[in-house]
């Protein structure tokens, strides 16, 4: 344990203009990225398993898997209110080797992860405007545009983040609701509102071949873990105790609609279900509801790869940025850059050192 002394000069050490400003809004949509990302994914769910299946595998899963680690990085998060997250809550319990260990594992899993992101934009971006970008020249510059646009929402700072996390978050999910509330008003006619035939009987069927099981619960429980992600930037949320959980609550009903929703309205709209694979929706939305439809879908897409990167990059920077807070990495990497609007400064302010104990707790 440091002395008084030492957590004098931490406290001292403290960046005075330093504030916890990431609200409830903000953090449902870090977590939002964190756990989903879009309702892209679950297609192979109907494939695999059909949709009754689904709906159900996403529920009971929900209760018995997501709420229990939902409710631990709630709790956890707010025992320890600080940047770094999990690796703060293995350090307590096993000591800093094993935190040190916990964080870098994560941390190049998450960068490997983020790396297909630029690829994965400009995919989406050519389904979205049905186009091949054949030039090698239009695609790297895309993709650098990409990298450098997102990287400069992280720099501008968290609170940034949090409101462009947002905004894509909006933009993602409103094509999606646009076509359920289309789609849904065919459950008892049969035809929506604009015409699309809707079978409430496919909705909620089973495939005639034998379900795929394995391959149903890999995708179904990687479709609803990592809730603990948005604990590595705890050290900025404004009033952890009470921010954290509700943010926790609210994205838990957010995501399980964004998954369930969108099986039941694109599986009433075909009933192929041997069809449904990565991108299907699009395929229905162009065949079913019309062109303009794929391509909101599309843009859909692009600007989910936008959220998940955009995050991707907050959950690395603040988990280093946590353990050197702690002491398990140099202080460097815990200098920030203030941005003052006012005065048109750049401020490094210097990192706090604290170490937390478990029984500190």
């Given at each position: ?133 054949e ?34 978050m ?20 049969g ?73 039941m309205?694109?599986s ?70 203030y ?14 050192t ?8």
């Amino acid at each position: 344990m440091s002395s008084s002394s030492d957590k004098g000069e931490s406290t001292a050490l403290l960046p005075k203009k330093r504030q916890r400003n990431v609200t409830v809004l903000s953090l449902v949509a870090i977590t939002y990225f964190a756990v989903a990302g879009g309702p892209e994914g679950t297609e192979t769910l109907i494939q695999t398993g059909g949709p009754l299946y689904s709906v159900l595998g996403f529920i009971i899963i929900g209760i018995l898997w997501s709420i229990p680690m939902a409710l631990m990085s709630a709790e956890l998060t707010t025992a320890f209110p600080e940047n770094g997250g999990y690796v703060l809550w293995v350090s307590a319990a096993w000591g800093a080797q094993a935190g040190e260990m916990a964080g870098w594992l994560q941390f190049v899993s998450s960068g490997v992860d983020a790396c297909i992101y630029p690829g994965l934009f400009l995919v989406y971006l050519e389904q979205a405007l049905d186009m091949n970008l054949e030039d090698p020249t239009i695609e790297w510059t895309i993709k650098i545009t990409f990298v450098v646009l997102l990287l400069l929402l992280n720099v501008l700072g968290i609170e940034s983040v949090g409101h462009g996390s947002t905004a894509f978050m909006i933009l993602l999910l409103t094509p999606f609701l646009i076509i359920i509330s289309i789609a849904f008003t065919g459950i008892f006619t049969g035809i929506g509102v604009l015409g699309w035939p809707f079978s409430t009987a496919k909705m909620l069927g089973r495939p005639e071949t034998e379900p795929d099981w394995p391959a149903f619960f890999m995708v179904l429980l990687w479709n609803m873990g990592y809730w603990e992600g948005a604990s590595v930037c705890a050290g900025e949320v404004a009033n952890v105790g009470t921010v954290f959980p509700q943010a926790i609550a609210i994205s838990m009903i957010v995501v399980l609609l964004n998954y369930v929703l969108p099986i039941m309205a694109f599986s009433g709209l075909d009933g192929n279900y041997e069809a449904f694979d990565n991108g299907h929706y699009i395929t229905v939305a162009r065949e079913v509801c019309g062109t303009w439809f794929a391509y909101a879908l599309g843009l859909a897409q692009t600007v989910s790869v936008c959220g998940l990167f955009a995050n991707g990059v907050v959950k690395n920077t603040y988990l280093v940025c946590g353990m050197s807070e702690q002491g398990l990495l140099p202080s460097a990497l815990a200098a920030r850059l203030y941005v003052c609007t006012q005065a048109h400064k750049h401020i490094k302010s210097p990192p706090r050192t604290r170490h937390i104990h478990a029984k500190n707790v």
